[in-house]
């Protein structure tokens, strides 16, 4: 198995691992013997989603691992449409910890990462130590909430445009993928998103059947799910950027009492992009609440 540095920072390497049949491409930092964490990113990014809380975490004493999840940026990108269901998706973090021989991992989510993450903390509570949230509702939650208010279902119009074939691929494909591009700048304060990190991303979406693997994602939700069996097991917090112009904060309450052990802290200055923007006030709670264990554990031995 071949690694290399990762170009967005060489202290950090890179390799493609198997995982239940595909091929994930992976950035790894941190100890060999620290917690796994799992970093997964959302729509339309990679792991490069996480390279402001890569080093921090893996600093912290944290085994850190950012996948680019199927169907992104130098992993497998599967045809068929059911390969993009809720359930594959929560499978391959599963299947990434056994990949890395770990029985238990901790996760961070962001955006549909976070709907994967949510979900995964739902079907294997028993494989997940706790999960942190970033601008995700809980997938029970969104269709309920954007029912009964307009504004989120407004706000959401994009999701029913995706289900169209072949039109959603031509407008973001159209200008060097300009209307990608577009949602990630307009979306988010300026300066969040750099020439680098563009250039990075519409490399990423030129890949053959790129564009398509990701719409799938979100054509995978019209297939049949069963609810979640119960409330989510394992310690939430969830982080919100509270200026976030698609999904709104009443979600994350909505989210929050789906959990046994939740708690959420809004961001009032961040958008949707919050790890991005905030990456001091995120990375400072997601090491407190990741290694809150860790930093106990001396005392709780005296």
């Not at 601008?135 to 989120?152: I, K, L, T």
């Amino acid at each position: 198995m071949t690694t290399s540095p990762d170009p967005v920072n060489p202290a950090h390497i890179t390799r493609s691992i198997p995982v239940r049949g595909l091929t994930l491409a992976v950035t790894e930092a941190g100890p060999a013997d620290g917690p796994l964490t799992v970093l997964l990113h959302g729509f339309p990014e990679t792991r490069r989603s996480w390279k402001r809380q890569i080093g921090p975490l893996a600093d912290a004493g944290l085994r850190v691992v950012a996948p680019d999840q199927r169907g992104y940026g130098e992993s497998s990108r599967p045809g068929d449409l059911a390969a993009y269901h809720l359930d594959r998706l929560a499978g391959d973090v599963i299947g990434l910890a056994d990949a890395f021989g770990q029985e238990r991992l901790r996760l961070v989510g962001h955006d549909w990462g976070g709907l994967v993450a949510w979900w995964a903390a739902a079907r294997f509570p028993d494989r997940i130590d706790r999960v942190a949230i970033l601008n995700a509702p809980h997938p029970d939650v969104f269709g309920a909430y954007a029912r009964r208010h307009p504004s989120q279902a407004l706000r959401s119009f994009y999701v029913g445009f995706f289900q169209l074939p072949g039109l959603p691929e031509a407008l973001l494909r159209a200008g060097d993928c300009a209307a990608l591009k577009r949602a990630l700048t307009a979306s988010s304060r300026p300066g969040t998103f750099g020439p680098d990190d563009l250039a990075a991303y519409s490399a990423a979406w030129r890949r053959p059947g790129a564009i398509t693997a990701m719409l799938n994602w979100y054509r995978a939700l019209r297939l049949p799910r069963e609810p979640a069996p119960g409330p989510i097991r394992p310690p939430v917090l969830v982080l919100w950027g509270e200026r976030d112009t698609a999904l709104e904060r009443g979600l994350a309450a909505e989210s929050l009492r789906l959990c046994a052990q939740g708690a959420v802290r809004y961001v009032p200055e961040a958008t949707h992009w919050l790890q991005h923007e905030e990456p001091e006030a995120v990375n400072d709670a997601l090491i407190g609440f990741l290694t809150a264990e860790i930093r106990a554990a001396p005392s709780d031995q005296v």
